[in-house]
């Protein structure tokens, strides 16, 4: 079976096709970001604007492409077994957007309908690096939106540890970007400078960090950073940048590493993964695979192309689903608070 795949919970309108063992046809993504720049983060409205100038455009070049990985001329849904869409969680007026065409498509093609979950996408990404990746397992979600840690007991048996109560890790980046006029999205400028910083150059709180539980603060330490910005420009002192990223940086990946351990020797598990954009960040997974390696535990990341938003994780969970008979009818909805085990099943997933 080919499925198609759906996208746009946020600022990325991406869509994908795999076949049946998982193996990727086309993967096609379409970002607003450069729309956002000048505004620090996401803008809800324009993002879902975006998304309706897009999702035609995005669709008829996966499906060309599609094509042509099979060696037809352009797929045609009759080709297609099923569609997936990402239906949450997510900004609503962005999602509608995915989920309206999704059902448009399915409702003149006859074609079956599965919702996605866009968590469990950024979860199943790990799949691309390691195809035999079995719970129990333990993953930490770190995006734009959620930082959360999961105890993976079983396929669709997700046991959220704990999650931040504030800001989330990339909306940390993005803020701190922000503050210092280095535009939108934070994750990659940031890190980018932080590779040739001193990162204890600067001593930033490490919130939580002995808590005794998995929840996380970033907010406080995001104010720090604001709060020494301002205090150097006060005092007239130029600020080191790579130092003030590799600081800020180390603060965070403290506080996630030292967590994450902790959980992987509560569950016992043996195997650790990482999801959504942040896992994007090199010296989060060097910390990692540093950490973890010492400890014997197989640490996996997603390949950087599936890190960010995109089709193709989302495409995965759309085979699960329409394989476990997880589907919808067009009476289904967007919702962005949807929670991890949402749409989900205890059918293994399959990549190849
Ligand atoms: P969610 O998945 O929670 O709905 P989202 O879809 O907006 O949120 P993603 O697209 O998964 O989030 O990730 C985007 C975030 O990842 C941004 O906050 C961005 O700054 C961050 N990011 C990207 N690359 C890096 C990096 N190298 N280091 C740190 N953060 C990064
Ligand atoms: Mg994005
Ligand atoms: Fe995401």
């Not at 890790?169 to 922000?178: C, I, L, M, S, T």
Request: net charge negative; proline share 5%.
């Amino acid at each position: 079976p080919l499925v198609l795949s759906i996208e746009s919970s946020c600022d990325e309108t991406a869509m994908a096709v795999i076949n049946g063992r998982g193996e990727i046809c086309a993967n096609v993504v379409a970002t607003s970001v450069d729309f956002h720049a000048r505004f620090g983060g996401v803008v809800p409205e324009i993002a879902s604007r975006k998304h309706v100038e897009a999702i035609v455009g995005v669709y008829e070049e996966v499906m060309a492409q599609a094509g042509a990985h099979l060696g037809v001329d352009t797929l045609a849904p009759s080709d297609l077994s099923c569609v997936g869409v990402t239906a949450g969680p997510g900004l609503v007026g962005a999602l509608v957007v995915g989920v309206a065409f999704a059902k448009g498509l399915c409702a003149s093609t006859g074609l079956p309908l599965t919702p996605v979950n866009h968590l469990e996408g950024h979860l199943m990404a790990n799949l691309f690096q390691t195809p035999d990746l079995q719970p129990p397992f333990v993953a930490s979600l770190v995006s734009g939106g959620n930082t959360m840690l999961v105890h993976v007991r079983g396929w669709g048996d997700y046991q959220v540890l704990g999650a931040t109560i504030d800001d989330a890790v990339g909306e940390a980046f993005d803020k701190v970007a922000k503050a210092l006029g280095l535009g939108y999205p934070g994750g990659p400028v940031i890190s980018k400078l932080a590779a040739r910083g001193n990162k204890k150059a600067i001593h930033f709180p490490r919130a939580m960090m002995h808590s005794h539980d998995y929840s996380f603060s970033l907010s406080g330490l995001k104010t720090a950073v604001i709060t020494y910005i301002e205090g150097e420009n006060r005092a007239g002192r130029p600020i080191n940048l790579p130092d003030l990223a590799a600081s800020f940086e180390a603060a965070v990946i403290d506080v996630q590493v030292a967590k994450a351990v902790t959980a992987v020797e509560e569950t016992g598990v043996s195997d650790f993964c990482v999801g959504g954009g942040v896992a994007a960040n090199p010296q989060l997974r060097e910390a990692y695979r540093k950490r973890f390696g010492r400890m014997g535990v197989r640490v996996t990341v997603p390949p950087m192309v599936v890190c960010g938003d995109n089709g193709a994780m989302i495409a995965v969970v759309a085979l699960r689903n329409y394989r476990a008979g997880v589907l919808a009818d067009l009476s289904l909805d967007a919702n962005p608070n949807a929670h991890l085990g949402c749409w989900s099943s205890d059918l293994a997933p399959v990549v190849s």
